[in-house]
């Protein structure tokens, strides 16, 4: 009995200490993973492997990612934005305090302030700049002080001029410039984006939270001339995509409000020498700045750094990708969305604005402009040597849009249809497949065209002359437009955008065929589709005839079928319905008789 206990308690003491080494063996994996780069322990070899962690986002919650997140800032990071901040709460409890007694009279406050903002600047400048690279929006001590002595010294020339009438308006806007070419300094200096949005938003905004007198209007143009040219200086060297978007958006805004009838910055500008002068700069600037900011970094110059993608600019590229590879086109860069907004758009923009800055100039001239700005694109185009193919894409797209606005404003309509359908039409054929703008702005133009021809057709107002001249223009267009439909079903990836646009050619001259005989007899309409229809059927047996025709011949058909009982039926008299079916009724025997199959080998010979 003795012998068997002992026995038992032995097992059972092996199978501890089984499971101790078992243990040992899992800490020693561990141990190893977490120090990689220590040398492996000699019984490592008879270890079994051990099953790879989950990664971070797998396993970790709100509550734990929280905590990583506050771990990982240091100490001094803490520290500095906890002490700025009781520094600025303090600052205003005193002062608050301090009015509330009148201890401290408005220019003792407004110098109070350009000492606090001194000081705060001066303490920054002490402070050594980090060692490290950072990223252009981490914010350490030195970047905090900069920031909080700016603010003081805006909110303080702003006091000073609006609150408290110690300055008047100009010198406070002046104040602002000032403070916007510092902070656009430090910006620079220190490669922080933020300061760069500072100096630029508030730059812009100087304006409208400082309004300046009726006659300071050249003023005011003076000065957005040079808040888009600090923006502007800024894109180039560090290419913040936030910086140029400011700059485009806001300048161009402050334009649109100079060029209405008035608002609070002064009466409209019109025949404004100045503005205009400010509005052509500004335009050749926009339209320039992004190709010029990427022959600036192909220098490899320290002076013009690359900046990283945005947050969140991925999921645009994928978006703009997603759309480019539907259309034909290929990738796209970081700043591919600068680049063609505002390489197309400044001069259209500037343009428009001219117009309203000198109404009396007929739209003619402004016309012939841009289609002057197309041919010199396009004469760039051939003349560079095209170091990126996005470039060259760019060229030739402003080329094709400049040229058709320019002669959308030369041409009155009804004459400037058809010369839109012949231009996409030249682009569709002269432009290569490579080139997906162009192609995209034709196919653009034909809707647009066909838009325009249906909208006339239904709104029943012309006649006499007029009704002639919308009739050849819409001929002509639609000739071009049937053209173009051809060459798209030829393209093997463009197929079903030439189905598409031949199908709407199609009707919109059914549409036409109804506007031009309807007034005359409406039993003229049925017969003509009938023969139209049964020609198309007849046509898509041959050789060579496509099955669009064969579905536009059977829509026409149904068509023919809906009018002669839903309209002829009632409207036209006895004799003449009975003849019209009996046509009708002859044209659907002949189309079925050529369409059997039999007689598809003859019509193929």
Request: hydrophobic share 55%.
């Amino acid at each position: 009995m003795d012998s068997s206990r002992d026995s038992e308690f032995d097992a059972r003491l092996e199978k501890i200490e089984e499971a101790i080494a078992g243990l040992q063996r899992s800490v020693d994996a561990l141990l190893a993973e977490r120090t990689p780069a220590a040398a492996p322990r000699s019984s490592s070899a008879r270890q079994p492997p051990i099953a790879p962690r989950p990664r971070r986002s797998e396993w970790e919650g709100p509550t734990d990612a929280v905590s990583s997140w506050i771990a990982s800032r240091s100490a001094e990071w803490w520290l500095s934005r906890v002490g700025i901040g009781f520094v600025v709460l303090a600052v205003v409890l005193l002062y608050g305090y301090a009015i509330d007694h009148g201890w401290i009279t408005p220019p003792v406050r407004v110098l109070t302030g350009i000492l606090v903002g001194a000081g705060l600047f001066g303490a920054a400048i002490r402070i050594s700049p980090p060692g490290k690279v950072r990223e252009d929006t981490e914010l350490g001590l030195r970047e905090l002080l900069f920031g909080g002595g700016l603010a003081v010294w805006y909110v303080t020339a702003y006091a000073a001029a609006v609150w408290y009438q110690l300055i008047p308006v100009p010198a406070a806007r002046l104040a602002f410039f000032v403070l916007g070419i510092v902070s656009t300094w430090i910006a620079l200096e220190e490669r922080r984006e933020i300061f760069g949005v500072l100096a630029v938003a508030t730059g812009f905004a100087a304006p409208f939270i400082l309004p300046a007198p009726v006659q300071s209007a050249t003023e005011l143009r003076l000065y957005l001339g040079a808040m888009a040219s600090i923006g502007l200086i800024i894109y180039l060297m560090r290419g913040w995509h936030s910086i140029i978007w400011i700059t485009f958006i806001a300048f161009w805004m402050s334009v649109a409000m100079q060029t209405s009838s008035g608002d609070f910055l002064g009466p409209a500008a019109i025949g404004s020498v100045a503005l205009s002068l400010l509005v052509i700069a500004a335009g050749a600037a926009f339209t320039r700045a992004p190709l010029l900011r990427r022959r600036l970094l192909a220098l490899g110059s320290p002076r013009y750094t690359a900046t990283p993608i945005p947050n969140g600019i991925e999921g645009l590229m994928e978006a703009i990708d997603s759309l480019s590879g539907a259309l034909g086109g290929g990738k796209s860069a970081p700043d591919s969305l600068i680049v063609w907004s505002l390489t197309l758009l400044s001069p259209v923009l500037a343009i428009g604005f001219l117009s309203q800055i000198w109404p009396r100039v007929p739209d003619e001239f402004s016309g012939v402009v841009l289609i002057l700005l197309g041919a010199g694109a396009l004469l760039l185009f051939r003349r560079e040597p095209k170091l990126n193919a996005e470039i060259a894409h760019v060229e030739v797209t402003a080329a094709m849009l400049w040229t058709v606005i320019g002669v959308g404003r030369i041409i009155t309509t009804p004459e400037s249809l058809p010369a839109s359908a012949v231009l996409a039409a030249l682009a569709i054929n002269g432009v290569p497949r490579q080139f997906v703008g162009p192609r995209v702005l034709a196919k653009l133009t034909i809707v647009v065209v066909l838009l325009s021809i249906a909208g006339h057709e239904l709104s029943f107002i012309d006649t006499g002359l007029v009704r002639l001249r919308w009739f050849i223009s819409e001929v002509i267009a639609l000739g071009a437009i049937a053209f173009i439909a051809r060459k798209l079903i030829g393209e093997p990836n463009e197929k079903m955008q030439g189905v598409i646009v031949g199908t709407a050619g199609y009707f919109t001259a059914l549409l036409i065929l109804w506007r031009l005989l309807e007034p005359v007899w409406a039993p003229l309409v049925t017969a003509s589709y009938a023969v139209i229809g049964a020609g198309l059927l007849i046509l898509s047996r041959r050789k060579g005839g496509h099955t669009l025709l064969r579905y536009l011949g059977a829509a026409t058909m149904l068509i023919v079928a809906a009018r002669l009982l839903l309209v002829d039926l009632s409207s036209v008299e006895t004799i003449w319905r009975v003849l019209l079916f009996l046509v009708c009724g002859a044209v659907f025997l002949y189309t079925g008789y050529q369409m059997q199959p039999g007689r598809a080998g003859a019509d193929k010979k």
